[in-house]
């Protein structure tokens, strides 16, 4: 890419959906954005368009500040986003919240079979890959698991690692952590028991499946 997308490329970028990366827009915004190296247009049909690695880049980037005198585009709002635990501020629970819970880990399925090449539902895809925290929230919260809330009560914490390729996800309990490891072996991840030295606390290192 040569030059910055324009303020309609953007918008479309900036409102495609969060985790399959699916745009919508007219055939110029979509042709325009397939010529920068921004999106493909898929072959099955019905021919959706997605953005590549770098329309995701330039999606997660800051954006740009407006120059002087120009009115800022309204903030971005509804984008959905995994429960990675003991957030200060969590997304509300309750039965919206399981359905678009479901909704984005029926997306990031079709995502998967849209980018493998062998069409895989079973092995994490690109996006999981550069999206590690979110990823493994997002199967782990899709299965059920309860993430952990501000106050007592306890739940799951998925956090970075200084491995490039791998995730933490602490439980308060063994049996939650165990249930944890088998939840994303099943949607594709490794994952291995761990102690940590000084605290002695066990945890789960994580990191998707390549073959």
């Known amino acids: 890419m040569t030059r910055p997308p324009t303020a309609a490329q953007r918008r479309v970028i900036d409102t495609a959906d969060p985790v399959t990366g699916r745009l919508r827009g007219t055939e110029a915004q979509l042709a325009g954005l397939v010529r920068h190296g921004l999106a493909f247009r898929h072959p099955r049909p019905p021919h959706d368009h997605f953005l590549t690695p770098a329309g995701h880049r330039v999606r997660d980037a800051e954006p740009v500040a407006p120059p002087p005198g120009a009115s800022p585009a309204p903030a ?4 959905f986003t995994a429960r990675i635990g003991g957030e200060e501020h969590p997304a509300a629970g309750g039965p919206a919240r399981v359905r678009e819970v479901h909704s984005a880990w029926q997306g990031l399925l079709e995502l998967r079979r849209m980018t493998n090449p062998d069409g895989d539902t079973g092995r994490p895809c690109g996006w999981e890959r550069t999206h590690l925290v979110q990823a493994a929230a997002l199967a782990l919260e899709a299965a059920g698991h309860p993430p952990q809330d501000p106050g007592p009560e ?3 914490r998925v956090r970075a690692t200084p491995q490039p390729d791998a995730v933490a996800v602490h439980a308060p309990d063994p049996g939650l952590l165990r249930a944890c490891a088998a939840t994303l072996e099943e949607a594709g991840w490794q994952a291995g028991e761990y102690t940590e030295p000084r605290t002695r606390t066990r ?8 073959v």
């Open 76 to 79: 971005a709002s509804g984008v």
């Open 203 to 210: 945890y789960l290192l994580a990191s998707p499946r390549r």
């Open 154 to 156: 306890g739940g799951y």
